[in-house]
Structure formats: structure tokens, C-alpha cells
């Protein structure tokens, strides 16, 4: 049972280690929307929508105001939509009425503009992904995600070489706004159903009609608690991670129970993932450097990171019986100050980063590359993580931005807690006629667990 005492206790950490409740994300199924008329099937979803998740804001900053807890979003995640547009001849149709019910419920974003498609792709699947370019440039809140692999499908290579001109196209198409619709895309391998951060979040098959899943984030706080533990040996270091994950699970526990229990809406999961944001005192880098790192990229990151990421699952299981999504530690670029910092000394590149997606809990995040970057090189960027993901059993995402007009050296300002993007390099080599081949990567023997 979540107290009121221990949310009094970690006052301290929300006023000045920048604790917060990332995100109250609602889940609605929208199988039941499904019907061979274009215009009905959009008016069906946005009155589902409109309907469940009307209170959501409202019931969020009630809580947010009586508990003192900061709730920086307000979010809402639907079925993928490739799995109710079968039948549509326009599915942007789709992606407007998405768009326009998260403007009515006055959510900061909704997302399930997605497909599965790590074993192949339906004339659906193919239609829906095809439309993104188009779908997440005429669209304010709509994000999107597509599954291209998994680790007991293997790798959907034809779905690899799509998503690599996707990309290219939607940077285009936002070219106005530096490629900021890129933003909005997530391609995974090993998906997972309940995940509450944008982009990536869709309410997966597995789901019930509808649930709350609350995220939680504070790198502030476990960088703040390593402070008292220089010098000392690593498993004290595991262990005060350990302990401060737990208390911030916590927080998020209390929340996701009230939220439920107003909006008479089943508790789903807490996600404990230290998300940074371009706040001073908010980054993952700065706690990898706390334990030691000169500056985050160095020799020894990815092992530091390893520990960051077990210790923070370890004390957020032991505070909630269902800790979810992705939890753990996630290494966007531009949205955490000492990446930046580290990018712009040359520290970090885009290899160390594949490197860094092993052991994390996403993947490749908001890293902007030169406008020049070829579809196929975009591609083959999104095999290599994929292929990470598949052989390590883990959830892996690609989130890349090619600016149009940017080069090397150049840095991109998207604001808010989208924050600066250095652009970094790519390899000059051609990937072409590897993503020409198509057809699927093969699962690895491990996949074979049944």
C-alpha cells in the first residue's frame, strides 16, 4: 500500500532534483472501431477516444495539484492502426481523427499510428507505413512506430528497406520545421504492448479495452544520490541506485493507483525509465560521469550504463508487482545535456551509441545525421539495432533525424524537451545492395526457448 507519508518523503527529490511523473498514458483498444466505411470507422474512433479519455487531463492536474508530484504529460496510446485500417482507401483519414481527438482531450500526444510487421507485411501494414510520410506531417500530436523484427521472427529486411525511405520522406516533407516529423517515428525490434513514452507507444493486441500506465523519471535524483558515494566500490554504487529507483517507483505507483481509480480505469503498469530532458541537473550523462567517466562516450560508458540500467529494474520491481514498458535508462541525444556536451567534444559517435543500445533500454534515440544520409544508409542503421535487439532478447528502437540542409558539425534547435541536436557522422560507405537484398534475417537459435 502506496502512503501519503512516502510521497511526503520525496519531496526533497521533486523540488530540487527534478523528480517527475513523466507521463499518465491512457490505452485504448480500438478493435471494436473497425468497419468497411472510412468516415464511420474515424467517427468511431474519435468518440471512443473523446469518451475514455475525456477527464484525463483534468484528473492529472487534480493530482498533480494535491500531491505536490509534477505530471509532465498527458498522453494517450490506441491499438496500431494497421490492425483496424484494413479496409480504408485513405488511412491518413485515420491519422486526422487520431490527430483531432487528442486535440479535444487536450492530451500532449497520442500514438498507435503503427504496425507490427516483423515477420511480413499485409497489404495493410504496407498501405499504413507508405502513408506516414504524409500522416506525420499534416498531424500536430500523432505519433507513430513500426516493428520491423524480433527475436523469435527474426528481421523483416523488406520492412527495413521501407522504413529507411519513410524516413527520408517525412524529414522532407517537415523540412520547414528541420526534419522535426522524424521525431514523431520509432522503429523497434521486440516491441513491447504497454509502453507509455512517446513516440513509440501503441496499446498492443495483448491489452484489455482500456488501462492506465504511468511513467516515471529521475535521473536528477540518482545522480544526486551518487554524490554521496564517491569513490566507494561499485556494488554500493548498484546498491544506492538500487534504493533511490525504489523510492521513485513509488511515486509513480501512488499515481498510476489514484489516476486509475478516478478515471475508473484499470492500473496497467509503471514505467521507471531515467528519461532525460534539456534541464540542467536532468541527464543520464551526468550520472554515468558521476560514477567516474570523464566525459560520457569515454572507455568504460557502456559498462557504467550496464549497472545503471539492472540497478534501476531491480529497485523498481521490488516497489510496484507491475513495472512495465521499457524501464530503465534511456540515451536520447538531444534531450540530455551531457550527451550533447559529449557529442559536441567528439566523445560520443554513433557507433559508441550502437554500442551503448546494447546494455540500455531503447536504442538508438533522437540523433540527428547530415540531410544527405541515403535511405539505404538510414536502413541499414535500422538493421544493425535491429539485429542487436533480436540476438540480446531486448527491446531496441531507432529514432533518427536527417535534417534536411544540415552537415556534419552542424546543430539543430527543436525546443522544449526535444532539445538541441548535434548532427553526427555517418559512414560515407554504401549499404545499397546489402538493403537490396530483402527478405528476413533469420531468427537466432536462442529464439527456439519453447
Known sequence: MVTTSEILSTLRMIDK??????TITMGISLIGCVSDDDERLCKKVYDKICTLAGDLVSVGEAIEREFGVPIVNKRISVTPAALISGGMKEPVKLAKALDSAAMQTGVNFIGGYSALVHKAMTQADEKLISSMPEALSVTERLCGSVNVGSTRAGINMDAVALMGRVVKQLAENTKEQKGFGCAKLVIFANAVEDNPFMAGAFH???????????????????????????GKRFDEVAETIKKTAFSITRVGQLVAREASRRLNVPFGIVDLSLAPTPAVGDSVAQILEEMGLEVCGTHGTTAALALLNDAVKKGGVMASSHVGGLSGAFIPVSEDTGMIRAAERGALCLDKLEAMTCVCSVGLDMIAVPGDTSAETISAIIADEAAI?????KTVAVRLIPIPGAKLGDSVEFGGLFGKAPVMAVHPFSSEKFIARGGRIPAPLQSLRN
Open 17 to 22: 532534483q527534478k523528480l517527475d511523473v513523466r
Open 204 to 230: 498492443g493486441p495483448g491489452e484489455g479495452d482500456c488501462a492506465i500506465n504511468v511513467g516515471v523519471s529521475g535521473p536528477g535524483v540518482v545522480k544526486s544520490a551518487l554524490e554521496g558515494v564517491k
Open 389 to 393: 535487439g533480436m540476438v540480446n532478447n
